[in-house]
């Protein structure tokens, strides 16, 4: 390329000068267009063959996103003329930054990785019905699971009142901090801390009296 640039013209050099480093910035941007809209596809394609919700493809296709451009931007300023020095302190400086911002949001990080644990392992399902115990002979909360985001669980509340609907929302990394009691589709059976209801109370009540039990005796 010097050699060539030796037997041009001054003006055709000085257009040189401007014009190849113009091209490969031209052909970096193209190729990270190109990159992102492979890596788009492919998160696609993985999240339709393992069913996976939007609100999970959102994030990762804006983490790939961003790092396709972090990394055009630092190829563009190396072909303008920065020194790798003052690129890699840059990058370490970002770095640092970004990984103490990592550590200071933790808690709402733990969330977003057991969504993604709940919806690849499923412990359970919507429309399932969860127990979520401290211990296994405490209760605990429990309820119709109508929800499932990135931070939260959210339940319908058994225990609400009659007419008041409630839910109850879980963070998503305390389901993998408590034992779960899973029931599949329906409400769970009665048990003796689910009594019967007033109607089951009086046919009860109406098949233990005598005048009950002799119109059994005359039927049969």
């Not at 609100?55 to 190396?78: D, K, Q, Y």
């Not at 399932?128 to 699971?145: Q, W, Y």
């Not at 305390?174 to 019967?196: C, D, H, N, S, Y």
Request: aromatic share 8%; hydrophobic share 55%.
């Amino acid at each position: 390329m010097r050699r060539l640039q030796m037997h041009l013209p001054e003006w055709m050099q000085e257009w040189l000068e401007v014009l190849v480093p113009g091209i490969q910035i031209f052909l970096i941007i193209v190729a990270a267009w190109l990159l992102n809209r492979l890596c788009k596809r492919i998160v696609s394609r993985v999240g339709q063959h393992y069913a996976l919700p939007h609100e999970l493809l959102l994030p990762m296709r804006g983490v790939l996103r961003w790092i396709i451009i972090a990394a055009a931007v630092l190829l563009v300023l190396e072909r303008l003329g920065m020194s790798a020095t003052v690129l890699w302190t840059a990058f370490t400086g970002f770095a640092t930054v970004g990984a103490v911002a990592f550590f200071a949001a933790w808690s709402v990080l733990s969330n977003l990785f057991c969504a993604v644990l709940i919806v690849t392992v499923g412990p359970f399902r919507l429309g399932d019905h969860i127990e979520l115990l401290d211990s296994a002979d405490k209760p605990g909360a429990k309820g119709k699971v109508i929800d499932l985001n990135m931070l939260y669980t959210t339940l319908q509340d058994d225990s609400a009142p009659e007419g008041v609907p409630n839910v109850v929302q879980i963070p998503n990394s305390l389901i993998f901090q408590r034992v779960l009691r899973r029931w599949k589709g329906g409400m769970p059976m009665a048990t003796e801390a689910a009594p019967a209801s007033s109607g089951e109370e009086a046919s009860a009540i109406a098949l233990a009296t005598p005048a009950a039990r002799s119109a059994d005796q005359a039927g049969a």
